[in-house]
Antibody
């Protein structure tokens, strides 16, 4: 069974740092791109960041660029989100998600919609 | 950035009736090279993570009931639930994956009348 399990959330003061982790199981982690999506209390979904299977390509929302860093350890089947200079508006449930890899006879392509989601980890930024 | 706008924000429909949600993108999210539209639909029930319903604008994810269907191309897309069931009460989101940032619509809350 494909599973994603986030951890690392908690209460942090404005300006502080936190590192989220997402442990993946049930699929070949290293060949799939992965994303983080967040949801502020009572609000909609916001895509935060994505990373290619190799980790060589990373993408960020403008709202977190320069403050958050996405990374992965394919030997540990784990995705990370390092969050620095946290603000009150970063308060949210953070979801880890698996993206899509589609292969033809000659090439594989990556598409950034999400077919598997974790249950989320809550980050609260408050003094 | 591509802005995704859903309408309505909330919708009340009777059991067994049709529910229709619109999603508009600020620029085309359809590709002429592969003739595909880079649009996904998700369902989120209270206290749960989102669940993928539809991708490529009209392809139903495995296990999703066939009362859910997606249509559209270019900038205009629709999610239709043909006969509303009680378990369909949820918030529905569209998402474009044509270009980064991979933006979501604001969500449509679907309730039973």
């Amino acid at each position: 069974e494909v599973q994603l399990l986030e951890s690392g959330g908690g209460l942090v003061q404005p300006g502080g740092s936190l590192r989220l982790s997402c442990a993946a199981s049930g699929f070949t982690f290293s060949i799939y791109a992965m994303s983080w999506v967040r949801q502020a209390p009572g609000k909609g979904l916001e895509w935060v960041s994505a990373i290619s299977g190799s980790g060589g390509s990373t993408y960020y929302a403008d709202s977190v660029k320069g403050r958050f860093t996405i990374s992965r350890d394919n030997s540990k089947n784990t995705l990370y989100l390092q969050m620095n200079s946290l603000r009150a508006e970063d308060t949210a449930v953070y979801y880890c998600s698996k993206n899509i890899r589609a292969c033809s006879s000659s090439s594989c392509y990556f598409y950034y919609y999400m077919d598997v989601w974790g249950k989320g980890t809550t980050v609260s930024v408050s003094s | 950035d591509i802005v995704m706008t859903q309408s309505p924000d909330s919708l009340t429909v009777s059991l067994g009736e049709r529910a229709t949600i619109s999603c508009k993108s600020s620029q085309s999210i359809s590709s002429s090279s592969n003739n595909k539209s880079y649009l996904a639909w998700y369902q989120q029930k209270p206290g749960q993570p989102p669940k993928l319903l539809i991708y490529w604008a009209s392809t139903r994810e495995s296990g999703v009931p066939d009362r859910f269907s997606g249509s559209g191309s270019g900038t205009d897309f629709t999610l239709t639930i043909s006969s509303l069931q009680a378990e369909d009460v949820a918030v529905y989101y569209c998402q474009q994956y044509y270009s980064t940032p991979y933006t979501f619509g604001q969500g449509t809350k679907l309730e039973i009348k």
